[in-house]
């Protein structure tokens, strides 16, 4: 459903650019902290192969667990698609992958919210109101989103 909205909104094909792990995988990088997903990029040389969700199932079901009055579909859609948004971003030269800077989480988080407002699933103002409450919230708190080293944290 997420790639389906951002395909909507961004008329980017996502067949093959993507994939996801979890910890269930047995992904290492799916079990970071502060972050319920981090973004790698797959490179072979210097030709990006795809991009890897590595979803942190844990944190997240912990946090859905905690906050009972939000669905996990339309949870797990809003962080897919803010991902997906990032995806789309670097890929088209929108946003530096090397450089990701503090602007960029701003403007993924607004975007995802956009599509999400013109294409509505059951619960999302719930999770909206739930995101805008937390305190910091976590989106702006520049220590936990970025790590160095080949990989991009988006707590959202």
Known sequence: MADRIVFHNTRTDFKNRYDV???ADGNENAGITDAFARLLRCESGNKVLHYRISLNDEDIMK????????????F????MMHELVHIHRFSRGEADFEKVCYDEE??????TRLFLAKTPPAGREKVFRLLDKLTPPPL???RTIFETGGSFDAYL
């Open 63 to 74: 946090f859905l667990e905690k906050n009972t009055d939000i669905d996990m579909l339309t």
């Open 76 to 79: 797990f859609v809003f962080v």
């Open 140 to 142: 702006y708190n520049h």
């Open 106 to 111: 701003i403007v993924v988080d607004n975007l």
């Open 21 to 23: 792990s979890t910890s």
